[in-house]
């Protein structure tokens, strides 16, 4: 069957920085032929202090990689201080409170001042160029001061999200040896606080952090120790405002995240400046068709490199106006989002599959009740996104006018790889489309041969380096190596899936260390989840692999049941959703198990946690490790007690 495609619309078009399909491909043709003159070109878009005198050195097999080599800059320099001469009364930030219609902006001058000043308290506490400091703060605008102030003296900074529990934080300040903490008594989140300060206090316990900088965002009072912590309200009007910049060489540390593997250690991602800031200005204005003016909302959290991307760094070079949004899409109702893109008359809108899914369950009524007549391009990250919600955010939240772009990238890629571009690109719902110019994906077989041509299913890999690609794993150069350039040598690995269709077109299959052996038969979890969902008893599905006598591995379905699912009996939505498998795919790729769930253990970027799911079918209760991190801790226990009861 052909997939439907979506034409661009002409009145993106008539603006757009591609403005055709022709246009994109000359684009990429080009980019690919002289790929160093093309990032040359791009890297212009930043201010540099000294000019580089190399574009690139890389090789891959070694995983070094460095851009723009010879090049001096300040990240911070970029995103506040060069916008001063032309844009310093624009607002830079708008901070959405949680607390519906609160709002606060703040100009480039004022963010100036503010990054100045605790870039000045960072240095009072002994933070040095090449020192790491942990930010652990809630949405509010001292986490991008943060950010800022840290780029500006040279400091690298760990944000770790503000939902983490203190082993997590504990772990990361640990591996990173932070000895500054930026931290807030508490966070406010969909009207409930969250007691940040604490989790601190008890993560840090026996480290050498020597100095904890607290922000004041709600009234409640905190213990604060003696000569380790200290109000930022008490600090900062003690430092001047102005704070001279480090100019640091292009391959110096920017920031590292972390993010979660496949075993338990956390990998601390290290992003470098030159090529990291150029690649996500780059991304930014491309794919989101930015231009001077534009309101950018991007719903992500600062803790996850969606947030360092396309909240701080991407606008903030650009200068653009960027949307903090502290609250939640459904605080006080599902109307939320929709709400400030009028409040702040929102261009862009960007968020994640999961948030999509679940406004869409409320259904239309909450996004009709707002105008949303400002808004010109919608995007997605994070997962694959279903057709249907595509659909749904074209037709009903962007009213058939909007560009939807289901952006593909990693937080090891610094930005985003895989993209339809609004003014340029045909989509077909639930593809990310095609490579960003710059960009050149490689699918290969698992013996690591290319697959060429289209019509072909695979390993995702990139051929060649692009700037904002992750340079290592803070302090574990070898697993880097191991991790992302032993399996297929002379490539980038990507982990994810991949089918490239019959038209070039890009579709992520999820990740492929989820694929399963079921009687020597390969078989793809998500390929059995997209079957499931195909019938209308199935909402959401996850499926896992458990050992199986037989077949050496079974199949373990679970499944959120669909409206129309409502008072059938669960035997016979297993029935059904049953034969619906065998009928899609085949009969070998037949759960051997559907347990219908109230929903999925998800971390609150969306992302399934299919460790807990894969421990629970093996009947393996006890050690299901943190759950600290999930969206819905609660649902554990649900679907513990279902298997139970099944079994
Ligand atoms: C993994 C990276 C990139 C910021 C948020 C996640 C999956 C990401 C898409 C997409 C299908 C996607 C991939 C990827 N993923 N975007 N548009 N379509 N899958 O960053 O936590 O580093 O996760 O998320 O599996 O490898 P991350």
């Known amino acids: 069957m052909a997939d439907a495609l979506v034409p661009t619309k002409p009145h993106i078009q008539a603006r757009a920085h591609v403005a055709s399909f022709a246009a994109y491909e000359a684009l990429h043709r080009a980019s690919l032929a002289d790929p160093s003159g ?136 640990a591996d990173a040896d932070c000895r500054v903490v930026l931290t807030a008594n508490e966070g406010l989140r969909g009207g409930k606080t969250i007691p940040l300060k604490k989790t601190v206090d008890e993560a840090i316990a026996g480290l050498p952090v020597h100095t904890v900088l607290v922000a004041q965002r709600t009234a409640t009072a905190t213990p604060m120790q003696q000569g380790r ?69 991007c719903a992500a959290d600062v803790g996850w490199v969606t947030g360092h991307s396309y909240i701080v760094y991407g606008p903030l070079c650009n200068g653009a106006t960027t949307v903090l949004f502290e609250s939640t899409p459904l605080h006080p109702d599902a109307g939320r989002y929709w709400q400030v893109v009028d409040d702040v008359q929102a261009n862009i809108f960007y968020t994640a599959p999961t948030a999509l899914r679940a406004l869409l369950r409320v259904g239309d009524e909450p996004v009709k009740k707002h105008a949303r007549t400002s808004l010109r391009v919608l995007g997605s990250v994070g997962e694959p996104i279903n057709p249907e919600v595509w659909q749904w955010y074209h037709d009903v939240v962007g009213d058939k006018r909007c560009a939807v772009v289901d952006t593909w990238w990693q937080t090891e890629t610094g930005g985003i790889l895989i993209s339809a571009l609004p003014g340029a690109t045909p989509c077909k719902p639930g593809s990310a489309t095609f490579p960003l110019p710059g960009v050149r994906p490689l699918l290969v077989d698992d013996q690591g041969k290319e697959l060429v041509g289209n019509g072909v299913s695979g390993n995702l890999c990139l051929a060649g380096s692009w700037p904002g690609q992750a340079r290592t794993i ?109 009928k899609v795919i085949s009969p070998i790729a037949t759960p051997d198990r559907i347990q219908v769930v109230p929903g999925l253990p998800k971390t609150r970027s969306g992302k399934i946690m299919r460790r807990i799911l894969r421990k629970v079918a093996e009947a393996n209760y006890t050690e299901l490790g943190d759950l600290s991190t999930l969206a819905e801790p609660q649902v554990v226990e649900q679907i513990v007690q279902g298997h139970k009861a099944g079994r």
């Open 229 to 297: 912590d200290r109000w930022l309200a008490d600090e900062l009007p003690k430092q001047r405002a102005c704070c001279p910049v480090e100019w640091m060489d292009s391959e110096d540390p920017l920031f590292v995240l972390y993010t979660s593997g496949s075993t338990g250690k956390p990998k601390g991602q290290l992003h470098t400046t030159g090529g990291y800031l150029v690649y996500a200005s780059y991304t930014h204005e491309l794919v989101f068709d930015w231009r001077p003016g534009d309101v950018h909302f």
């Open 38 to 173: 093309f990032w040359r070109r791009q890297a212009q878009r930043v201010t540099w202090f000294r000019q580089f005198d190399e574009t690139v050195q890389q090789d891959f097999a070694r995983a070094e990689v460095a851009w723009f080599l010879g090049g001096k800059l300040n990240a911070s320099y970029n995103c506040v201080d060069r916008h001063l001469a032309e844009r310093a009364e624009q607002t830079a930030i708008v901070w959405a409170k949680d607390e519906p219609g609160q709002y606060e902006r703040i100009s480039y001058r004022q963010l100036h001042e503010h990054v100045g000043r605790l870039a000045n308290v960072l240095r009072r506490f002994g933070v040095r160029k090449g020192d790491r400091v942990c930010i652990y703060l809630p949405m509010m605008p001292e986490a991008v001061y943060a950010m800022l102030a840290c780029a500006r003296i040279g400091a690298v900074h760990s944000v770790v999200f503000a939902g983490f529990s203190a082993d997590a934080l504990r772990d990361r300040i």
């Open 474 to 582: 803070l302090n574990d150069h070898a697993r880097f190596q191991q991790t992302y350039f032993a399996m297929y040598p002379g490539l980038y690995f990507t982990g994810d899936g991949c089918r490239r269709d019959e038209d070039g077109y890009y579709w992520i299959t999820g990740r492929v260390d989820d694929v399963l052996n079921v009687a020597g038969h390969r078989l793809g979890t998500a390929e059995i989840e997209s079957a499931l969902v195909s019938h209308e008893f199935c909402a959401e599905a996850a499926v896992v692999g458990f050992p199986h006598d037989l077949k050496g591995q079974g199949i373990y379905a679970y499944v959120i049941a669909g409206k129309a699912a409502e008072g059938v009996p669960a035997a016979e939505v297993e029935a059904v959703l049953k034969q619906v498998v065998r």
